[in-house]
């Protein structure tokens, strides 16, 4: 299948910086990436929805400001976590698919401990 | 909006025994597709297996089916001859157009040697 590389896997941050994440489709050109949070033994939650060439989409109470979503090529898409705060630390994971409807490849997740 | 819940949070099953994880979903379109999903330790999500709304027949992967049940909104996942890889948090999740998958809230499955 498809590979979603995402980088870094961990990172450990002081509270008031910014962190970036980023999540590349390796053999495979996606359009359209999806970037998810997921809380310890919760579901993932969608925070956006990240376009090609275009601005990201995002959920409601996502705050776009601290959360930048930057999808410059069709393998890359970065998440910016902005002025980090210990409440935004979690698990972030990001996905793409070749097509609609088809299997959704996801990266490895990246956990994120502001201290 | 669409809604995709998972009302059993934990499950178990001795290896070597069948078990069954429950979904079910709310939506209004006729065309759609289900998904399930698995996150191991590792965390990294695999997809399980998949099912067309429009399509009758129940996939079918291996040791892994699906009990599709279009006019129920059901979609419950059976695992056959559990292996000790199985243990797993396993999500159900819905698509239709839009590209978005529904995620519902997971189930973690044990499986006992």
């Known amino acids: 299948g498809a590979v979603v590389s995402q980088h870094p896997s961990w990172v450990i941050c002081k509270s008031g910086t910014s962190v970036k994440i980023e999540c590349r489709s390796l053999?495979?050109?996606?359009?359209?990436m999806f970037w998810y949070r997921q809380f310890p033994k919760q579901s993932l939650m969608l925070m956006a929805t990240?376009?090609?060439?275009?601005?990201?989409?995002?959920e409601q109470g996502v705050e776009k400001d601290k959360f930048l979503i930057n999808h410059a090529s069709l393998t890359l898409s970065t998440l910016t976590v902005t002025s980090a705060h210990p409440e935004d630390s979690s698990f972030y994971i990001c996905?793409?698919?070749?097509?609609?409807?088809?299997?959704?490849?996801f990266g490895q997740g990246t956990r994120l401990t502001v201290v | 909006a669409q809604t995709v819940t998972q009302s059993q949070p934990e499950m178990s099953v001795q290896e070597a025994e069948t078990v069954t994880l429950s979904c079910t979903y709310d939506?209004?379109?006729?065309?759609?597709?289900l998904f399930w999903y698995k996150q191991p330790p590792s965390r990294q999500m695999i997809l399980v297996i998949r099912?067309?709304?429009?399509?009758?027949q129940n996939a079918t992967e291996n040791r892994f089916s699906v009990n599709f049940q279009k006019a129920a909104k059901s979609f419950s996942l059976k695992i056959s001859d559990s292996q000790l890889g199985d243990a797993a948090m396993y999500f159900c999740?819905?698509?239709?157009?839009?590209?978005?998958?529904?995620f519902g809230e997971g189930t973690q499955l044990t499986v006992n040697p």
């Open positions: 990240s376009n090609e060439g275009s601005k990201a989409t995002y």
């Open positions: 999740a819905y698509e239709t157009s839009g590209s978005r998958l529904t």
């Open positions: 996905s793409a698919r070749v097509t609609p409807y088809t299997e959704a490849f």
């Open positions: 099912q067309e709304a429009y399509k009758q």
């Open positions: 939506t209004s379109e006729s065309d759609y597709y």
């Open positions: 053999d495979f050109q996606a359009t359209t």
